[in-house]
């Protein structure tokens, strides 16, 4: 298994661009969620989603948008990047009855200009 | 919401100390978890626990569900314990977890 991945590492966007971060896992988890590290912070959730079609709105879901169509995959989307959204996003995921167990994406680092 | 607080925010020690991590939050939860993340950002689940001792090797934790607090005890500690130390909690399962602001902690040869 390869666990949690996201895709990219790296991304340096302008204000106004979109962009989508992406998150899979391969251990078909029915939970999976997304959340925000800003320098010298805990974690923020901004969305999360208990199976395929199902999403919900964490603590910071303001100018993001989620879908989650497959088990497997759960896009995070920038709609219009704003400079208050850098950060160091984590993907996270975890199995049904099994809440002890969460398993982390490495992270993707987000800068807007 | 619920608030969760951690102290200290930051902890420097030498190889080999003992050090203990205290995580405060507001209301009951029936959930409760310690990460670590290491230097490289890398976020490792440590402990599951809403109540009661746990021990995992030179780590153990406490959670007093009552009282609202948890603690998390490293024994002996190395420099590869170095990093940051979470506390999440959750109110009712469903993984809107709130997270800690952590504790920093340095391990020093």
């Known amino acids: 298994n390869a666990g949690v991945t996201q895709t990219p590492k790296f991304q340096v966007l302008k204000t106004g661009q979109s962009m989508t971060l992406q998150c899979a896992q391969d251990?078909?988890?029915?939970?999976m969620s997304w959340y925000r590290q800003d320098p010298g912070m805990g974690l923020r959730l901004i969305h999360y989603?208990?199976?395929?079609?199902?999403?919900d709105q964490g603590e910071v879901p303001n100018g993001y948008n989620v879908s989650r169509s497959t088990t497997e995959d759960f896009p995070l989307r920038l709609l219009s990047a704003a400079p208050s959204q850098t950060s160091v996003y984590f993907c996270?995921?975890?199995?049904?009855?099994?809440?002890?167990?969460?398993?982390f994406g490495p992270g993707t680092r987000l800068t807007v200009l | 919401g619920i608030q969760v607080e951690q102290s200290p925010p930051d902890l420097i020690l030498q190889e080999g100390a003992n050090s203990t991590l205290r995580c405060n939050f507001s209301?009951?939860?029936?959930?409760l978890q310690w990460f670590h993340q290491n230097p490289w950002g890398q976020l490792i689940n440590l402990f599951y626990?809403?109540?009661g001792t746990k021990q995992n090797g030179r780590l153990s934790a406490t959670t007093v569900a009552t009282e609202r607090y948890s603690l998390l005890y490293i024994s002996s500690s190395q420099t590869t314990d170095s990093g940051v130390y979470f506390c999440?909690?959750?109110?009712?399962?469903?993984?809107?977890?709130?997270f800690g602001p952590g504790t920093r902690l340095s391990v020093l040869p």
């Open positions: 209301d009951s939860v029936n959930n």
């Open positions: 251990m078909n988890h029915e939970y």
């Open positions: 999440a909690v959750e109110r009712n399962y469903g993984q809107n977890f709130v």
């Open positions: 989603s208990v199976g395929a079609g199902i999403t």
């Open positions: 996270a995921s975890s199995p049904p009855g099994r809440e002890d167990t969460q398993y």
């Open positions: 626990i809403p109540s």
